[in-house]
């Protein structure tokens, strides 16, 4: 992984399983300079069962009739043939494809792909078949963990490690599983939490509305940001309503760049290269406030702290005080060491 923050832009199935609108799902992702732009890989059958209802959130943003979690899938499925058609598109157009698997089967297909990466759902984290499928691959693994404890994550992680998984490829996710997620319960500090917890890297990967909490989370050290886009959030289904549109994508890339430049120094406060040359201009130095003839013994009457700075300083107030002026000198004129005695 690159060592500037990684952001993904989750498409996910705002595609709404039409094939030109996720060739203008990567097209947006590219223009916003994202690193990868993700979709999600799943066959209905094998993630969920026919009976199983759709979350709250889903129902209100479809707002259908219909309440089968199964019959919404399956409109979403991408085939085999648009996942290369993605791939190549995405080659063409410089970003970096990306895909989630709910199972070890979607795990092996990703595999054949050729992707360099794995990220787990929420949902996933404790599905012990899946996190053992993706540890075996010995591949950089992100875990998402919205819905978790501190204990689920430490047990995935164990997982994770025991099959195969170095502990520094793991990067860790703080999330909320709400779309979208109250800005109050977005609970930040946890990310900071599990990285002090599990010594690994950390990310978050956001729901809520806008762009202040990801940029946020990058300035408190996240080193992944995961966000969902669409084309419109008033397209239909179930993830439309809590992405950012295509224009935000590319604003919130924007804040994160800015960021990352301005976390990016050493530390030490000391003057930066662009602002050196205003330090004789913004701070101030000794000038006399009257005239004085040659042997005069300045008194703090004397003197007056002007701009520019670029004589004595008037740090050195007390150091001048009791001098002697080796020649006549006028009001405003500027002090320096040799013209005292």
Not at 84 to 101: D, H, R, V
Not at 301 to 310: A, H, N, Q, T, V
Request: with cysteine; hydrophobic share 40%; glycine share 6%.
């Amino acid at each position: 992984m690159k060592n500037e923050v990684i952001i993904i832009a989750e498409a996910g199935v705002n595609h709404n399983g039409d094939i030109k609108k996720a060739f203008q799902l990567v097209d947006a992702a590219a223009e916003a300079g994202v690193d990868y732009v993700k979709f999600q890989t799943f066959k209905a059958e094998t993630i969920v069962s026919p009976t199983a209802k759709k979350a709250d959130y889903q129902a209100k943003n479809i707002g259908n009739d219909d309440d089968s979690q199964f019959n919404m899938l399956k409109k979403l499925e991408l085939s085999h043939e648009n996942h290369l058609k993605l791939i190549e598109y995405c080659k063409l157009k410089n970003i970096k494809f990306f895909s989630t698997a709910f199972d070890v089967e979607g795990v092996n297909y990703l595999e054949s792909l050729g992707l360099d990466l794995f990220k787990i759902p929420s949902g996933e984290i404790t599905n012990f078949p899946y996190l053992r499928a993706i540890a075996q691959k010995k591949m950089p693994v992100i875990l998402s963990t919205g819905m978790s404890t501190l204990g689920e994550i430490e047990e995935a992680l164990n997982i994770l490690i025991k099959y195969g998984i170095e502990r520094n490829e793991i990067t860790v996710l703080h999330c909320n599983t709400e779309y979208p997620t109250p800005m109050g319960d977005v609970n930040l500090k946890a990310m900071l939490t599990i990285g002090e917890a599990f010594g690994v890297n950390i990310g978050y990967s956001d729901h809520t509305l806008g762009i202040e909490v990801p940029t946020a989370a990058v300035a408190l050290g996240a080193t992944i940001i995961e966000k969902h886009f669409t084309l419109d959030r008033n397209l239909p289904g179930p993830d439309h309503k809590a992405s950012l549109n295509p224009e935000e994508l590319k604003a919130m890339v924007s804040a994160i760049r800015n960021i990352e430049l301005a976390i990016s120094g050493s530390g030490r406060k000391e003057p930066s290269q662009s602002e050196i040359k205003n330090i004789n201009i913004a701070r101030k130095s000794i000038h006399l406030k009257k005239d004085l003839e040659a042997g005069s013994i300045i008194s703090e009457d004397d003197i007056i702290s002007l701009r520019p700075g670029d004589g004595i300083s008037s740090i050195r107030w007390n150091e001048v005080i009791g001098r002697k002026l080796r020649s006549d000198a006028s009001a405003f004129d500027k002090l320096i060491w040799s013209d005292l005695i």
